[in-house]
């Protein structure tokens, strides 16, 4: 075998565009193409074709670097690049790879600006995963990089054995020549590393596949799973490591006015306390004992930097949307103001709480610095952005800082966030040459969340003759993304922060007169992205109160709704097909059912839900819920119906049961018992359709989680007349 020499143009597929079906070189400065991160540590034998495929004598590695918090996002990616490479998915090699622009997320650049992610993800690469973008970024590119992958090996075959390309066929990790040879692709690597990528590709049309879209698709990380094999953060060990913990201020910001850990000293295992960034952390010979120390550790807190309690920060939020002006006004339809002058107008008021993550896993990380450099083992979406703080945090440059990027146990967004691994940096800085495992109680991760925020709204409308004509809708609320990027990048994004009325400005229904503003209220708690974000709560504001305003016109909820989609085809369809999965027409108000229905347009994700409700003597029961979705092409029927039915359980459970209240700076809510989650035998039979109208290939992890909360409400006031403003929705009724 021959010396492996680097491919110079194997970075073909960064910043590549699509002609054709074909794949060739933009031809725009910003297209330049990164560089390939497998290009360093190549040996003898081994070929990085594209910054996604590595072949070397072991065979196929395939680099899915979206990070996976349990949605299948590891799995999706395999699958994309081994239909065009024609490997095995369940059977090759897959790692997350290091952080490297060459992994840039377009997509979410497509979600601030439309149509200029490339751009974006040039200017300012993030190697982020989040907004149900896994898919919509890599859905293309993984196969790109499979397809010239494999075109290229049978260059290398065609060279090896003096054949014409066009003869020859790929299976299973082979080219099978015209003889019916079989020639692994493991033993083309030597002669691929020598020959530039073949680009003239086409890929591979839906008809063709083997295993996207089947029925039978199984998830790459399914026998794990079932098993219990599947290594997590918290999972991981090393010799020579200790065990530590922290407890911060609970008023986010503050500081550590005073503390006396005399009792937390002589407490067993116990080997070191010290003090850190806001709090103080304790480290021992395992992670209980180490808990146990912290909690019996006598601390005074100073005060939090924002408002002491929930009250308090409810005024904030009505001082906002009554004494300033609105920053956001994306739509301003007709006139509103007008059209409301002599009408009878529908006034109404909604409020949603902080809410937090609360994913299984505890927040956690394994690092250890030496001199030289420093490794850290946990599960993140951010792994650019974390290299980057831990090198502040321990003094090493950014190229020596290594991020080892491990499956999560959850995250709905808190691992949006790194708090925690700068803290176990802290730590490990302190302890140099000793692997530090530090993990979070449940209790510090509800009080030291970046919670998704409060909101406040208030509708004005009006009907006429027995239409929706005018909707007036005024939402106030922390900035998400002020908040957020100031903690990953330093500074906010410029510009208004969209996510204050995303899924209520950018809804499709052609209401002649139709304003959505939003408010900026002041930095209070910290807050985050939560699971659909901005939708989370504006699709609860919006659709209740269209609800209420269709109730007013004396028309049917989802025939009202569906007249509004004239203009938007895929959503007239997405509503007529949830209406035809619950067979809406033999619904009737008053025999002992209640249904509600709500639309909303998420990550590009047109999503429809109707809930079911009936009275118990324990309780309002939900009995069934149906949903619909136009995502372009469901890729994974199996994982579709599970994460669209985990989205629609994980909105209504948080609109029955969550809240975070605060008092002294801190949640009262300090753990699963006192924030509770849709139980088992709460959860009704859930029914979900993905459509393919589209041209755009969405995902599905967030959408279905917006609308599912007003659907439930809206039902509750079909069977109950009772119309609830305010969630969670227990503080109003009971449940069964």
């Not at 980057?388 to 999560?408: D, W, Y």
Request: with cysteine; charged share 20%; proline share 6%.
């Amino acid at each position: 075998m021959g010396t492996a020499t680097k491919i110079a143009r194997r970075t073909f597929l960064i910043g590549s565009a699509a002609i054709a079906g074909g794949v060739a070189f933009g031809a725009w400065r910003v297209q330049t193409p990164f560089a390939n991160p497998l290009d360093d540590g190549l040996a003898d034998g081994e070929a990085a074709i594209t910054p996604f495929i590595k072949i070397d004598a072991d065979g196929v590695m395939l680099i899915t670097p979206r990070a996976d918090k349990g949605q299948g996002a590891y799995s999706i990616q395999t699958y994309l690049i081994a239909e065009e490479l024609d490997v095995d998915p369940l059977s090759v090699r897959t790692w997350v790879g290091k952080p490297s622009p060459a992994y840039a997320n377009f997509a979410l650049g497509d979600e601030l600006m439309p149509g200029m992610g490339k751009v974006i993800g040039k200017i300012m690469p993030m190697q982020m995963t989040g907004g149900s973008s896994t898919v919509p970024d890599m859905y293309v590119r993984m196969r790109q990089a499979g397809a010239v992958a494999r075109e290229t090996l049978k260059a290398a075959a065609a060279k090896d054995h003096d054949l014409k390309i066009g003869d020859l066929k790929t299976q299973d990790g082979h080219v099978i020549l015209p003889d019916g040879k079989r020639v692994s692709y493991a033993s083309l690597a030597p002669t691929a590393a020598t020959l530039s990528p073949v680009q003239d590709v086409e890929l591979r049309k839906p008809e063709q596949w083997k295993y996207l879209g089947k029925p039978g698709m199984m998830r790459t990380d399914i026998v794990a799973k079932s098993t219990g094999t599947q290594v997590y953060g918290i999972d991981m060990e090393m010799d020579g490591m200790v065990y530590a913990t922290v407890r911060a201020n609970p008023g986010i910001g503050g500081k550590v006015e005073s503390y006396d850990d005399s009792a937390a000293k002589a407490m067993r295992g116990v080997k070191e306390i010290m003090e850190i960034s806001h709090g103080v952390a304790v480290v021992a010979d395992n992670t209980w004992r180490a808990i146990q120390a912290a909690n019996a550790i006598d601390i005074t807190w100073g005060k939090g930097p924002y408002p002491a309690n929930s009250a308090e920060m409810w005024d904030k939020l009505v001082e906002t949307i009554e004494n300033d002006s609105p920053n956001i006004a994306k739509r301003d339809i007709g006139n509103v103001d007008g059209a409301l002058k002599d009408a009878k107008v529908v006034e109404a008021e909604y409020r949603v709480p902080y809410l937090a993550h609360a994913p299984l896993e505890p927040m956690n990380a394994v690092v250890k610095v030496t001199d030289e450099q420093v490794d850290v083992w946990t599960g993140t979406q951010i792994p650019d952005f974390m290299q980057g703080h831990v090198a502040e945090v321990t003094g090493h440059s950014v190229k020596n800082v290594n991020i080892h990027v491990l499956p999560m146990g959850g995250s709905f967004g808190r691992r949006l966030e790194d708090t925690y691994v700068l803290q176990a940096a802290e730590i490990a800085n302190a302890m140099r040459g000793t692997p530090v495992k530090m993990t979070w109680s449940r209790e510090e991760d509800f009080a030291h969340d970046y919670v998704r925020p409060m909101a406040l709204a208030r509708g004005r409308g009006a009907v006429k003759d027995g239409k929706v004509e005018s909707f007036d809708l005024d939402i106030a609320c922390q900035s998400i993304m002020g908040s957020q990027m100031v903690r990953l990048m330093g500074r906010a994004m410029p510009g208004p922060d969209m996510t204050i009325t995303t899924g209520a400005h950018d809804q499709p229904y052609a209401i002649p007169n139709y304003r959505v503003r939003g408010y900026a209220a002041p930095e209070m708690v910290p807050v985050s992205s939560w699971r659909s974000v901005g939708a989370s709560h504006c699709g609860f504001h919006h659709e209740c109160f269209l609800d209420e305003l269709i109730y007013e016109a004396g028309v049917d909820p989802l025939a009202e709704r569906i007249r509004l989609m004239a203009d938007d085809p895929l959503s007239e369809k997405v509503l007529k097909k949830v209406g035809e999965m619950s067979d809406w027409s033999s619904y009737l108000p008053g025999d002992g059912r209640g249904r509600g229905v709500a639309y909303t347009l998420s990550f590009g994700v047109r999503t429809a839900i109707i809930v079911e409700v009936v009275n118990t003597p324990e309780g309002i029961k939900i009995t069934h819920v149906w949903g619909a979705a136009e995502v372009g092409k469901v890729l994974d029927p199996k994982n579709f119906e599970a994460q669209f039915s985990g989205g629609i359980i994980f909105g209504l459970g948080h609109a029955m049961n969550c809240e975070l209240t605060y008092e002294d700076y801190a949640p009262t809510q300090a753990n699963y018992y006192d924030y509770q989650a849709m139980r088992m035998y709460q959860t009704p039979n859930i029914e979900v359709v993905g459509l393919e109208n589209g041209d755009r290939v969405t995902g599905i992890g967030e959408p279905g989680v917006p609308p599912a909360a007003p659907a439930l409400a809206n039902a509750i006031f079909a069977l109950t007349c009772q119309r609830i403003r305010e969630l969670p929705l227990y503080n109003s009724i009971d449940f069964a």
